[in-house]
């Protein structure tokens, strides 16, 4: 697959990475270049650290990983450097973040979590499954796990929960967050339908969508049962809706199926709300202080590529890459050009903290 455009905004963008290769003292042997290759190595689901708990506000368990450079032939790291926090989406897990994970151990610390009642992270109540919490929640792992400056990238879910943080907490922008990615993410003006579609039985979607989230999630259980019953349907849908129009390995398919089912649709239900209400495009201001670099797939089918586009003109100075024939896993599909983006941003953010 190709690049289609990679489209910088004003100063930031379009002198940013010149600037980060030495004009503000970063030297070319202290880029943090991620190894694209590492991931395919390793079986997906397969890379882990240490269980550690984030105590959110609402007194709910967070799961959080952390991968210090040390612990994987790296350098020991300071209080002083650079961490990237990763936040996974809608229904995945911190495990989406797989290709990216591999590339960057050993080269600079990274913290990956699953968001509240994802993965292994604690269930919560209906009342706390809304995006605004899921931004507060994000507070508590920075504050909790990164000691210096940090860069925060978000897919899907994880882009919004971004987007939440700078809305609550714009003190921390240009000071402890120093850049952001949002990959395959909005800030409104989304279909609820579509980012629901994957994960109901037998890909029931379209109008009957709210309906049908409120009264499934009444038999969440025979719902649940239903899924894992129709596993060679849902991976057809889960290719269809997740990846782009290029074909990708059934291994793919069949991980990101895995993610899916493993979330019980009661939390599906719980959250559909936030989705339904998300308006947050007049809320970007903070992310303009720090290099953010938009990230999407020009055949995503859950937050098309408009979103993105929509996010780049009104962040001031961001990028923004659109990956051909990509879908809403680019993540995973393109994951070279991903993680790609993501080494120019870290210098870009790195070059403008130094300042």
């Excluded at 550690?52 to 506000?57: F, H, I, K, T």
């Excluded at 109540?125 to 507070?139: K, P, S, V, Y």
């Excluded at 997740?242 to 599906?268: Q, R």
Aim: aromatic share 6%; charged share 20%.
């Amino acid at each position: 697959m190709s690049i289609k455009g990679r489209i910088f905004g004003t100063v930031v963008g379009a002198a940013g990475l010149a600037a980060a290769a030495g004009a503000v003292g970063i030297a070319r042997q202290s880029r943090i270049i991620g190894n694209r290759a590492a991931g395919e190595k390793v079986e997906f689901g397969g890379l882990r650290s240490a269980r550690r708990v984030v105590v959110a506000d609402d007194a709910l368990d967070l799961h959080v990983e952390i991968d210090e450079p040390a612990d994987f032939g790296g350098r020991a790291s300071t209080d002083d450097d650079l961490t990237i926090v990763f936040v996974h989406g809608y229904s995945l897990n911190l495990d989406s973040w797989h290709f990216q994970r591999a590339a960057y151990r050993g080269q600079v610390r990274t913290v990956f979590y699953d968001q509240r009642s994802h993965g292994r992270s604690a269930r919560s109540d209906e009342a706390h499954c809304t995006i605004d919490q899921l931004g507060h929640d994000l507070r508590r792992v920075i504050e909790d796990t990164v000691p210096g400056p940090c860069v925060v990238v978000g897919h899907s879910m994880g882009g919004m929960t971004v987007v939440s943080l700078a809305e609550h907490h714009p003190e921390l922008f240009g000071d402890k967050v120093i850049g952001t990615a949002l990959v395959s993410t909005t800030a409104g003006g989304l279909d609820p339908g579509r980012i629901l579609f994957p994960m109901l039985p037998l890909g029931l979607g379209g109008r009957f969508m709210g309906r049908a989230v409120r009264t499934l999630d009444r038999g969440h259980r025979v719902v649940d049962l239903a899924r894992s019953w129709g596993h060679a349907v849902a991976d057809v849908v889960t290719d269809r809706y997740a990846f782009g129009t290029d074909p990708v390995p059934a291994s793919y398919v069949e991980f990101v199926y895995s993610m899916l089912n493993a979330t019980p649709f009661a939390v599906v239900a719980d959250f559909y709300p936030a989705f339904a209400t998300l308006d947050h495009f007049d809320r970007l201001e903070p992310l303009g202080r720090v290099p953010t670099a938009v990230i999407c797939g020009t055949e995503d089918k859950i937050t098309s590529v408009g979103h993105s586009r929509k996010l780049h003109s009104r962040i001031r100075g961001s990028s923004l890459l659109e990956c051909e024939g990509a879908g809403h896993m680019v993540l995973l599909e393109q994951h070279k050009q991903v993680t790609a983006e993501l080494d120019d941003l870290i210098s870009l953010a790195q070059g403008q903290a130094l300042r």
